[in-house]
């Protein structure tokens, strides 16, 4: 079994930042993308960023330049650095990863954690 725990969403003002972390833990033998979603009041859940075991990385474009997606690949983390954050990146972010659980396994499956909710207002 895999888990993803999130950690580091609250309440900060326009302007400010924070940075979200996720750490995988479980049976794994490696991780491929691993990516960071968000889902607003009333909308669908919606890819911000993700990053590859290689790390190449993706970024929407209501996101780019403000946040910076890594990963520790020995520690099996991804973290969202979110800078200059305003009301409409409110939302509740999800991590995600795709784990291939044993060496020997054809696929990999992704994964969810249970969310953080972040919130941004005055």
């Known amino acids: 079994q895999v888990q993803l725990v999130e950690s580091g969403g609250g309440l900060v003002q326009p302007g400010g930042s924070l940075t979200l972390s996720c750490a995988a833990s479980g049976i794994i033998s490696s991780i491929n993308d691993m990516g960071w979603y968000r889902q607003a009041p009333g909308k669908q859940r919606e890819l911000v960023a993700s990053?590859?075991?290689?790390?190449?990385?993706n970024y929407s474009d209501s996101v780019k330049g403000r946040f910076t997606i890594s990963r520790d690949n020995a520690k099996n983390t991804v973290r969202l650095q979110m800078h200059d954050l305003k009301p409409e990146d409110t939302a509740i972010y999800y991590c995600?990863?795709?784990?291939?659980?044993?060496?020997?396994?054809?696929?990999?499956?992704?994964?969810w954690g249970q969310g953080t909710q972040v919130t941004v207002s005055s």
């Open positions: 990053v590859t075991s290689g790390n190449y990385t």
């Open positions: 995600n990863a795709d784990i291939r659980p044993y060496s020997y396994s054809l696929h990999s499956s992704p994964h």
